[in-house]
């Protein structure tokens, strides 16, 4: 479809009078605060916030049903690390449908699961790990939840400010970005979770650790934490936190519950950043760049961590019907080899490393800093809000990037390992436009 490292081609306003009629479409189907939150950005900012349309992406490309194509900083909120529509991954995915689409779960496992789950236990940290798989992020926190009061009795949880874990009940109790989320449903979020202030990067790994064995760990069977908080403006904790972190939660008899599904899987330039970074959990959960675009997450843990679950009396006391699904599997396999065969845990070190000296080197109006792992990037802007309107900005240059932060401070990058040099420069160049835009 594109060259591998084209730049964006824009031709009409955006969106343009194709993709204004299917927005009208959606304003008419989709749920209204999704519709409302995009009146309230053009409010702060005084710019269109409408959305684009996709029709298509391959690489690191995103075409538009106005016929624009952009390159996509995003890799579809983090989904698409080996690159969109990679030919391997389709190819795995029609090979498998060609064969069976759906199986009976866990009462009659497909072949491709079994493989799905040996392959996963294969990367895990631990000499013996078992894994439960289920379909979105949120999904694979709720099992690890689960999963950590089954292990020890206790129902509290130590979260931390900042945090973002999902937005199904279980995960959205121990989601601390943004109190707005939990306010309508506090009623009925499980009550027992403690949130720890996030240290700052350059902060005392000591005093940042005082400050979480400080809270009530009476009934704490479970800590979860973010390797970097990705929603909360990628924010990176200090040197040797996570590794005290670990051995806090041996001391208290907690277990300690990495969410990875950002971070992991190659993101960070390695399989799991938070043993990169010197933590040793007890369960991992991973997603989005598992499933090379398709919905797949799981829940991988150490062996004697898992064994809590033991033997059901009767049925199976957490599943789903799509747990495991074998297009899902098919397609996580493909991404796993393509990982593996390409070695894009350092195709993502040299990206990540060649973007971020990119950004520094331009000495950008607006920009007080670039923190980066890999491919997952976060450019700290000057001014509250000021992410929504750069973001706007770049879109109608050309390329896809998100805000993030609580105060909307920050620009979230997550491109594919696609990304080539011309469009690093081409970014950098647009960024910097942007960045004097009233």
């Given at each position: 479809?594109?060259?591998?490292?084209?730049?964006?081609?824009?031709?009409?306003p955006?969106?343009?009078?194709?993709?204004?009629?299917?927005?009208?479409?959606?304003?008419?189907?989709?749920?209204?605060?999704?519709?409302?939150r995009?009146?309230?950005?053009?409010?702060?900012?005084?710019a269109?916030?409408?959305?684009?349309v996709w029709?298509?992406?391959?690489?690191?490309?995103?075409?538009?049903?106005?016929?624009?194509?952009?390159?996509?900083?995003?890799?579809g909120?983090?989904?698409?690390?080996?690159?969109?529509?990679?030919?391997?991954?389709?190819e795995?995915?029609?090979?498998?449908?060609?064969?069976?689409l759906?199986?009976?779960?866990?009462?009659?496992?497909?072949?491709?699961?079994i493989e799905?789950?040996?392959?996963?236990?294969?990367?895990?940290?631990?000499?013996?790990?078992?894994?439960?798989?289920?379909?979105g992020?949120?999904?694979?926190?709720?099992?690890?939840?689960?999963t950590?009061v089954?292990?020890?009795?206790?129902?509290?949880?130590?979260?931390?400010?900042?945090?973002?874990?999902?937005?199904?009940?279980?995960?959205?109790?121990?989601?601390?970005?943004?109190e707005?989320?939990?306010?309508?449903?506090?009623?009925?979020?499980q009550?027992?979770?403690?949130f720890?202030?996030?240290?700052?990067?350059?902060?005392?790994?000591?005093?940042a650790?005082?400050?979480?064995?400080?809270?009530?760990?009476r009934?704490?069977?479970?800590?979860?934490?973010?390797?970097?908080?990705?929603?909360?403006?990628?924010?990176f904790p200090?040197?040797?936190?996570?590794?005290?972190?670990?051995?806090?939660?041996?001391?208290?008899?907690?277990?300690?519950?990495v969410?990875?599904i950002f971070?992991?899987?190659?993101?960070?330039?390695?399989?799991w950043?938070?043993?990169?970074?010197?933590?040793?959990?007890d369960?991992?959960?991973?997603?989005?760049?598992l499933g090379?675009?398709?919905?797949?997450?799981?829940?991988?843990?150490?062996?004697?961590v898992?064994q809590?679950?033991?033997?059901?009396d009767?049925?199976a006391?957490?599943?789903g019907t799509?747990?495991?699904?074998?297009?899902g599997?098919a397609?996580?396999?493909?991404?796993?080899?393509?990982?593996?065969?390409?070695?894009?845990l350092?195709?993502?070190?040299?990206?990540?490393?060649r973007?971020?000296?990119a950004?520094?080197?331009?000495?950008?109006?607006g920009?007080?800093?670039?923190?980066?792992a890999?491919?997952?990037l976060?450019?700290?802007?000057?001014?509250?809000?000021?992410?929504?309107?750069?973001t706007?900005?770049l879109?109608?240059?050309?390329?896809?990037?998100?805000?993030?932060g609580?105060?909307?401070?920050?620009?979230?990058l997550?491109?594919?390992?696609?990304?080539?040099d011309s469009?690093?420069?081409?970014?950098?160049?647009a960024?910097?436009?942007?960045?004097?835009?009233p």
């Amino acid at each position: 479809m594109f060259a591998d490292d084209s730049l964006p081609e824009i031709r009409t306003p955006i969106p343009s009078s194709v993709g204004r009629a299917w927005i009208e479409r959606l304003a008419a189907t989709e749920c209204p605060a999704l519709t409302m939150r995009r009146k309230r950005r053009e409010e702060r900012t005084g710019a269109s916030h409408d959305p684009i349309v996709w029709v298509e992406a391959e690489g690191s490309h995103v075409l538009d049903a106005d016929g624009n194509r952009y390159v996509d900083l995003t890799s579809g909120f983090g989904v698409a690390f080996v690159g969109h529509r990679r030919p391997e991954v389709v190819e795995a995915i029609k090979d498998q449908a060609d064969r069976l689409l759906h199986a009976l779960g866990d009462l009659h496992p497909s072949t491709v699961k079994i493989e799905l789950l040996e392959r996963l236990c294969s990367l895990a940290p631990w000499p013996k790990a078992r894994a439960m798989l289920s379909l979105g992020g949120a999904d694979a926190v709720t099992s690890a939840l689960k999963t950590a009061v089954l292990a020890t009795t206790k129902p509290g949880v130590i979260a931390f400010e900042g945090s973002y874990h999902g937005l199904t009940y279980g995960p959205l109790a121990v989601s601390g970005y943004a109190e707005r989320f939990r306010a309508p449903f506090v009623a009925q979020l499980q009550a027992n979770v403690s949130f720890a202030p996030w240290p700052a990067e350059q902060d005392d790994p000591a005093a940042a650790i005082a400050a979480v064995e400080a809270l009530d760990w009476r009934s704490v069977g479970a800590v979860i934490v973010e390797p970097i908080q990705g929603r909360g403006g990628v924010r990176f904790p200090p040197p040797g936190f996570l590794s005290a972190l670990s051995t806090l939660c041996r001391s208290r008899g907690s277990v300690l519950i990495v969410d990875e599904i950002f971070t992991g899987m190659g993101r960070c330039g390695a399989w799991w950043r938070s043993v990169e970074d010197g933590a040793a959990p007890d369960l991992i959960c991973t997603g989005k760049a598992l499933g090379g675009g398709l919905p797949i997450s799981a829940c991988i843990g150490r062996e004697d961590v898992m064994q809590a679950w033991g033997d059901p009396d009767r049925e199976a006391i957490h599943t789903g019907t799509f747990y495991g699904d074998p297009l899902g599997a098919a397609a996580a396999l493909a991404t796993i080899d393509l990982i593996e065969r390409e070695d894009l845990l350092g195709r993502a070190t040299e990206r990540g490393e060649r973007l971020a000296r990119a950004l520094q080197a331009a000495q950008l109006r607006g920009v007080r800093e670039v923190r980066h792992a890999g491919l997952m990037l976060g450019v700290q802007l000057e001014g509250e809000a000021r992410a929504l309107s750069i973001t706007r900005a770049l879109l109608e240059r050309g390329y896809l990037v998100l805000p993030a932060g609580s105060g909307a401070d920050v620009l979230q990058l997550a491109p594919p390992v696609t990304l080539g040099d011309s469009q690093v420069e081409g970014f950098v160049a647009a960024l910097g436009e942007a960045s004097v835009d009233p």
